[in-house]
């Protein structure tokens, strides 16, 4: 056992050096990703993580690299892990489109829409200003050069119902009345979602799947004949096509919900992909390919199948994007090893200031922690000999919206083959919480000083 663990330290030892040999330390200065943009290269799609949904220096960071993107490579748009009805009010708000006055007001406003669990996620001081940096970077543009706001996921099954009634009821009322007879199947689930799934999944009552497919194809077929020259009219008929696909993706994922969670995890990240390409043929109607920047969790951009995921037949946005796109998706990581956070203790309850444990011994956390850099860039996709350092498996920590330290190797741990994962990754050694829009008191009153395992 002491000659095991001296050879496990040894290896540590060895990997230490390396790292500290090819690792990029991380100024404050404005250069400081010339680096990253670099590997980017003339890629299209710029997948940057996140290794919780509660840590401020992530969101900043990303929105720092993306705002160099946009400037000086030309990305067109920014597509994230939220909902689609609630991300097209913030691209109606970056854009300077009519259709929602009250959104028109601010950046706050536009984001109220993200009112979900959880609300922190996108309803934060960096994503506002983000925003407003974003609206104002387009005021500079023309309105084909514009850079949008997007969401790829799914869990607005009947927010983006009543978007395409809406769209109908203008368009075509006949076409409305259709949709609305048929949508009328989910009324005895009152609009809980996870209500439906449970009912149709376990034969309480039928499943709606028939009538969301009909709406769809309709959708479709009338999404061919919108005008083929960019412009507002096929924007909208875009986005009511987008949340007709949605209601379809999301019916079937409630229903699954109450099977195997690969089922579900593998259906979810299927529609983020399903609506990332559909985003990419939208936008390159005009003639030109655009360059999309996606924003996600680690857990969704980086390479499934190098991961304990992949092991469980789970696949992910990461591994399905670069299946489709090869070199022009690069997968870019972040990581810290102690710090704060902001997370629920339990699903649905109010955010907390979290503090958050130092890296796990082994993990790749307390071995980042250990080379004494503060913040660095590794340049994994590029640098041979680093990835060979890096390809044995160890443990990497992932916080979502839940954090349970009482409970973190199991809750928030799983092995990966780091080379394999991300082209690059940015390691923020101490890190503070994201700050809600909307603080509440759970929030304002942090989680008292650390005092496992002893509880003085």
């Known amino acids: 056992m002491i000659l095991q663990q001296t050879e496990r330290e040894l290896r540590q030892s060895d990997v230490l050096q390396g790292l500290r040999a090819h690792l990029q330390a991380l100024s404050g200065d404005d250069r400081r990703y010339d680096s990253l943009l670099a590997l980017i290269g003339d890629a299209r799609f710029a997948l940057l993580g996140e290794a919780s949904h509660g840590t401020h220096e992530f969101y900043r960071e990303r929105a ?8 000086e490579k030309g990305f067109t748009a920014v597509a994230v892990e939220g909902d689609w009805p609630d991300a097209w009010r913030v691209n109606r708000y970056v854009r300077g489109l009519s259709g929602d006055v009250d959104a028109d007001v601010d950046a706050d406003t536009a984001l109220s829409g993200f009112e979900r669990f959880p609300a922190w996620m996108w309803r934060n001081t960096v994503v506002r200003d983000f925003v407003e940096w974003l609206r104002a970077h387009n005021l500079t543009l023309s309105a084909d050069r514009q850079v949008g706001f997007y969401g790829l996921d799914l869990y607005s099954l009947f927010t983006s119902m009543q978007v395409v009634l809406t769209y109908l009821a203008k368009v075509d009322p006949e076409a409305a009345t259709r949709a609305k007879s048929r949508y009328a199947c989910f009324d005895h689930a009152a609009e809980d979602a996870q209500a ?11 499943s709606c799947e028939d009538e969301v497919v009909q709406v769809l194809c309709e959708m479709a077929g009338r999404a061919a004949k919108a005008p083929p020259a960019p412009g507002p009219d096929r924007d909208e008929a875009f ?3 987008q949340n007709a696909r949605l209601v379809r993706n999301a019916e079937v994922y409630y229903r699954t919900m109450f099977q195997a969670r690969v089922s579900s995890w593998n259906l979810r990240d299927s529609h983020m992909v399903e609506t990332l390409d559909a985003l990419d043929h939208h936008l390159g109607r005009a003639g030109t390919p655009p360059r999309i920047a996606v924003w996600a969790h680690n857990s969704h951009l ?11 037949g789970e696949w992910n946005v990461g591994q399905l994007v670069r299946e489709r796109y090869a070199t022009q998706a690069v997968r870019v990581g972040f990581s810290t090893h102690h710090g704060w956070v902001t997370a629920a203790s339990n699903w649905d309850e109010p ?10 011994h082994g993990s790749w956390e307390e071995v980042f922690h250990k080379t004494g850099t503060p913040q660095f860039l590794l340049p994994l996709r590029d640098d041979a000999a680093l990835r060979a350092m890096v390809a044995a498996p160890r443990l990497q920590r992932a916080i979502g ?3 349970r330290p009482d409970t973190e190797r199991q809750s928030h741990y799983f092995h990966t083959h780091l080379d394999q994962q991300f082209d690059a990754l940015v390691h923020i050694d101490e890190t503070s919480a994201l700050e809600p829009l909307d603080v509440g008191q759970a929030w304002i009153d942090r989680e008292a000083p650390e005092t496992f395992p002893s509880g003085l």
Not at 351 to 358: G, I, L, T, Y
Request: glycine share 14%; no cysteine; net charge positive.
């Open 401 to 403: 919206v839940i954090y």
């Open 64 to 71: 720092e690299i993306t705002k160099r993107l946009i400037l």
């Open 302 to 312: 980086g390479d499934a199948s190098a991961t304990d995921m992949g092991e469980r």
């Open 351 to 360: 955010a907390q200031r979290k503090r958050v444990r130092a890296g796990l």
């Open 239 to 241: 986005y009511a096509q």
């Open 196 to 206: 439906y799934g449970y009912a149709a999944h376990f034969g309480l009552k039928g």
